[in-house]
């Protein structure tokens, strides 16, 4: 929607850039968490502290907090959420990666041919495609 142009008003673009940020958070936390990742040796902000230790849910917690702005209770449920499904957030990323280079491709192809809608219509038409398909087959649409 940011890209047709919809985001006009400076507070909804805001919030899309601040669901991105949440987005990556994610990411991070997920990845520390199940793979028992140390903080890294740069971290600021709560995490500072805690520099080279394993992440916790209680860090995890801090440093959704700090990047989010969000409630304590969503905290928490986006918490339970990410610790209790490993890998989502990352599978997240991973599906809007392969759908922008896919679209990127079938752009460059199609050039000034491109129809963003009818590409959109066309690979939802596709159905349910695993990760190593579905960029190959989006960049052909």
Do not use: N
């Not at 899309?16 to 793979?35: E, F, K, P, S, T």
């Not at 959420?81 to 192809?109: D, H, M, N, T």
């Amino acid at each position: 929607m940011d890209e047709l142009g919809y985001f006009t008003d400076p507070g909804t673009r805001l919030g899309y850039l601040d669901a991105q940020q949440l987005r990556a958070v994610r990411v991070v936390i997920d990845i520390g968490m199940h793979l028992g990742l140390p903080v890294p040796d740069d971290a600021e902000g709560a995490l500072a502290g805690h520099r080279g230790q394993p992440w916790t849910p209680e860090l995890a917690r801090a440093f959704l907090g700090e990047h989010s702005g969000a409630t304590p209770a969503f905290l928490d449920s986006e918490l339970v959420r990410y610790l209790g499904l490993p890998g989502q957030a990352i599978s997240y990323k991973l599906g809007e990666r392969a759908w922008l280079e896919g679209r990127e491709a079938a752009r460059r192809a199609r050039g000034d041919a491109f129809d963003r809608k009818a590409w959109h219509m066309a690979a939802l038409s596709q159905g349910s495609l695993g990760l190593d398909d579905l960029a190959a087959e989006l960049a052909v649409l």
